[in-house]
């Protein structure tokens, strides 16, 4: 009994190991079935699709097509004078005001500095034939007839002491010093205030230009942010442009006033050594009438050894 029932046993399990592995089987393979129209139906309405006006594929497709009409907007060309023409009006202004102020200011640098280079040569001219000079007299003799502020120094204190020769008789020569300092002081500032001038303008752009081209930049950052709005993006693509076109005004804006500085100082240091030359000559003046007013009383054959 215990054989027979083990035999029975064992044929159970066999049959339904069998009916299990059947099943397996017949649960395994509808499936590929089921899913190879899983993997076509996706096909059929991609195909169908564009004929489907209630799809919801035209969403990319707007997508795709809007991207090109932003960057055909787009400047290609971001070099100074691209920028310059796709900058907004008032920020060409801006960079034509800022170009034309570093063109006066080399303008000026370079006649300005002809100017100051011959009016100090011939002052020095002047200020050493003058120191050289025993006499007033001599010293116009020396000058002769030539042009700048040292001869005309020697010529307003000749006429001075000509005005003032009826009554150095009578009275000390303390009134002609006086007169021909005064003459001879005005004359040194009307010479200083002429190699002077344009040095102002020089010194308006150095001081205005930064401003102007911030000016500009902020104005164009304005426009910048404006575009970005109006195109609902922050690409940088969209940005860049208008921020590159901003900033060039800046950079004008540094370049018109930096030269301007620098050759304001170069200006005023020479100018200050001018006055100092015209000066010198101006003290020697002053000293050759003292000497005459001195030797007025002393014998002609002294003062001509004098001389």
Same mark, same amino acid.
């Given at each position: 009994?215990?054989?027979n029932g083990?035999?029975a046993?064992?044929a159970a399990?066999?049959?339904?190991? =069998?009916?299990?592995?059947? +099943?397996?089987?017949? *649960? $395994?393979?509808p &499936? !590929?079935?089921?899913?190879?129209? %899983?993997?076509?139906?996706?096909?059929?309405? =991609?195909?169908?699709?564009? +004929?489907?006006?209630? *799809? $919801?594929?035209? &969403? !990319?497709?707007?997508?795709?097509? %809007?991207?090109?009409?932003?960057?055909?907007?787009?400047?290609?060309?971001?070099?100074?004078?691209?920028m310059?023409?796709? &900058?907004?009006?008032?920020?060409?202004?801006?960079?034509?005001?800022?170009?034309?102020?570093?063109?006066?200011?080399?303008?000026?640098?370079?006649?300005?500095s002809?100017?100051?280079?011959?009016?100090?040569?011939?002052?020095r001219?002047?200020?050493?034939?003058?120191g050289n000079?025993a006499?007033?007299?001599?010293?116009?003799r020396?000058?002769?007839?030539?042009?700048g502020?040292?001869?005309?120094?020697?010529?307003?204190?000749?006429?001075?002491?000509?005005?003032?020769?009826g009554?150095?008789?009578?009275?000390?020569?303390?009134?002609?010093?006086?007169?021909?300092?005064?003459?001879?002081?005005?004359?040194e500032?009307a010479?200083?205030?002429?190699?002077?001038?344009?040095?102002?303008?020089?010194?308006?752009?150095?001081?205005?230009?930064?401003?102007?081209?911030?000016?500009?930049?902020v104005?164009?950052?304005?426009?910048?942010?404006?575009?970005?709005?109006?195109?609902?993006?922050?690409?940088?693509?969209?940005?860049?442009?208008?921020?590159?076109?901003?900033?060039?005004?800046?950079?004008?804006?540094?370049?018109?006033a930096?030269?301007?500085?620098?050759v304001?100082?170069?200006?005023?240091?020479?100018i200050a050594?001018?006055?100092?030359?015209?000066?010198?000559?101006?003290?020697?003046?002053?000293r050759?009438?003292?000497?005459?007013l001195?030797?007025?009383?002393v014998?002609?054959?002294?003062?001509m050894?004098?001389?």
């Open positions: 009994m215990s054989r083990l035999l046993a064992l399990s066999l049959l339904l190991s =069998a009916s299990i592995a059947a +099943a397996q089987e017949r *649960s $395994a393979a &499936a !590929p079935v089921e899913q190879a129209p %899983a993997t076509t139906t996706p096909q059929t309405p =991609a195909a169908e699709t564009p +004929a489907a006006p209630g *799809s $919801a594929q035209p &969403a !990319p497709n707007a997508a795709v097509s %809007a991207e090109p009409s932003i960057s055909l907007t787009l400047p290609h060309d971001l070099s100074p004078w691209g310059f023409m796709n &900058a907004d009006i008032i920020v060409k202004a801006v960079m034509v005001g800022l170009a034309f102020a570093s063109l006066v200011t080399w303008t000026i640098g370079l006649a300005k002809l100017e100051v280079f011959g009016g100090k040569l011939r002052a001219r002047a200020a050493d034939a003058i000079a006499t007033l007299m001599q010293a116009g020396e000058l002769g007839h030539s042009g502020p040292g001869a005309l120094l020697v010529r307003a204190a000749e006429e001075e002491r000509a005005l003032s020769a009554a150095l008789d009578h009275v000390s020569g303390d009134g002609l010093k006086e007169r021909v300092a005064s003459r001879l002081s005005r004359i500032a010479a200083a205030r002429r190699m002077s001038c344009g040095t102002g303008l020089l010194a308006t752009i150095g001081s205005t230009a930064p401003f102007v081209g911030l000016f500009g930049t104005w164009g950052i304005m426009n910048a942010f404006i575009g970005i709005s109006q195109a609902q993006t922050t690409n940088l693509a969209v940005v860049a442009p208008g921020i590159a076109e901003a900033l060039l005004a800046t950079a004008m804006g540094l370049v018109a930096i030269p301007a500085v620098v304001y100082n170069v200006f005023a240091r020479s050594g001018y006055r100092q030359i015209l000066a010198d000559a101006s003290a020697g003046v002053e050759l009438v003292s000497r005459d001195d030797f007025r009383t014998p002609p054959a002294t003062a050894a004098a001389e």
